[in-house]
């Protein structure tokens, strides 16, 4: 069994660190905290709102963007059962597929990837790279696809490959939850509102058990370990309308989602189920007994569905990409700040508003020839 099974704080799981006397984040090169840059644009500031983006697109190159936040205690947990192998499923450019492969490898699980459609030759960027990780890929066909998750096909999956620590497509389960919690704590700045894109519905979850969890009166949980750009510094924060003052508790932070998908209007349900069936939170969330907070899922903003594009949200990425130097992800990231710029110019905020957007990962490898996914 591998010694080195590490937690979010980078301790292995054993209580002991790999034999080059590093722990598996160090490996995979996993900066924690990711920094909050204020994001300084014209079309947010006419309107009065204060943009700042919470960067986890820099966590690591290796487990790209929240990826790290949901496998690292699923880790802990697979170590402590006693697993040697990690199986998942994903698309045919999955970043969560090349994600565990790259933390398995770090802890010396093997990683097997379930792929939906068929058989890739030769195999694309994407799986190809999840393979030199050491990943086995296997596939199943898209009828099949849609029953991944019933005991018929995990008991095949059991049969042909053996005892495997199962994580769901997306990483998100319970155990996701409070890895995606901890960015909550880390960001110093007050805050009102903070998004994020939403898939599978982990990341949202665990910023809504986050902040449910967080004493009254604050607004965006304070922790040391929150980090400012350096080189933009957010400007000291406004009150949120006329009745917050800094001498009053600020109301409770609202979430909202963004669905990157068509037809997303489940994901709410996703959601809730997963937050209900969660665990306690980190304790730099301050957990005291947990109250309702405001949330939702916006479904306006999918573009034409998962992995999909249209010209609106094109023009939008790369005018972006001048006015900001942020290359977006057109998947997720993207799909979220356009919504939320339309959001803010329809007037859907106060003037006063300090909004936090998540930016889950990167921009997708630079191979134009990626087709778009269904």
Known sequence: MAEDKTATGGTAADGRTAPDGRTAAERLGVR?????????????????????????????????GNKWRKLAHNLVAAATGGHRTLLTFGGAYSNHLRAVAAAG??????????????????????????????????????????RK??????????????DFFLIPEGGSNPLALPGC??????IVEPFDVICCPVGTGGTLAGIVSALSAAPAGIAGPTS???????????????????????????????????????????????????????????????????????????????????????????????DFGVRHGIRLDRIYVGKMLAGLFTMIAAGRFAPGTTIVAVVTGPAEEPDESCPQAD
């Not at 014209?42 to 960067?55: A, C, D, F, M, Y």
């Open 224 to 318: 040391p370990a929150g980090a400012l750009s350096p080189t933009r510094p957010a400007s000291p924060t406004r009150a949120t309308g006329p009745a917050a003052r800094p001498d009053q508790p600020r109301p409770r932070p609202r979430a909202i989602g963004f669905a990157a998908l068509k037809g997303g209007g489940y994901l709410a349900n996703e959601v809730a189920a997963l937050i209900d069936a969660s665990g306690p939170m980190p304790d730099t969330c301050r957990l005291e007994e947990p109250v309702k907070i405001d949330w939702s899922v916006e479904t306006d903003f999918h573009f034409g569905g998962f992995a999909r594009t249209t010209a609106e949200l094109d023009r939008f990425i790369a």
């Open 32 to 64: 924690l905290p990711s920094p909050v840059h204020r994001l300084v644009d014209e079309r947010t500031e006419r309107h009065g709102v204060r943009l700042l983006l919470k960067r986890d697109d820099l966590i690591s190159r290796l487990v790209p």
């Open 181 to 186: 919690a901890e960015m909550v704590a880390e």
């Open 105 to 146: 490898q770090a802890c010396g699980f093997a990683t097997i990837g379930v792929v939906r459609g068929e058989p890739y030759d030769p195999l694309n960027w994407s799986l190809a790279r999840a393979r030199e990780l050491g990943m086995t890929l296997t596939y199943l066909d898209r009828t099949t696809w849609r």
């Open 149 to 162: 998750t019933s005991p018929e096909i995990t008991d095949a999956l059991r049969h042909r490959f053996g």
